[in-house]
């Protein structure tokens, strides 16, 4: 079992910046491959970015491209979402999630863990 929690989110002016941890505990967190995701009112849960185990792999969705960054920390078990430049369709309660697959997938099936998510609230 792993547990998730995450933090970070809040409400920002857009083309501001937030950063979102995801600390896990109960297994060995580099043996997990990550993801974030995120679901606006009346939307699908829809995939943000992913994360390799070593970190040295990361994927992202279009509309995020060149403005997200993800970036882990195995040593302290926490993963990280950093958003810049956001928009209100940015706005969003974002989920981490992790599994033992090797690699990432988009497709939030395949993730058997989850945290509880976190609002992020970009204004216009």
């Known amino acids: 079992q792993v547990q998730l929690v995450e933090s970070g989110g809040g409400l920002v002016q857009a083309g501001g910046s937030l950063r979102l941890s995801c600390a896990a505990s109960?297994?060995?967190?580099?043996?997990?491959?990550g993801g974030w995701f995120r679901q606006a009112p009346g939307k699908e849960r829809e995939f943000v970015g992913g994360?390799?185990?070593?970190?040295?792999?990361?994927s992202y969705a279009d509309p995020v491209k060149g403005r997200f960054t993800i970036s882990r920390d195995n040593a302290k078990n926490t993963m990280f979402l950093q958003m810049n430049s956001l928009k209100p369709e940015d706005t969003a309660v974002y989920y981490c999630?992790?599994?033992?697959?090797?690699?990432?997938?988009?497709?939030?099936?395949?993730?058997?863990?989850w945290g509880q998510g976190t609002q992020v609230t970009v204004s216009s």
């Open positions: 109960g297994r060995t967190f580099s043996g997990y491959t």
């Open positions: 994360i390799s185990r070593s970190g040295l792999s990361t």
């Open positions: 999630a992790v599994d033992s697959a090797w690699s990432v997938s988009t497709r939030s099936q395949f993730y058997a863990y």
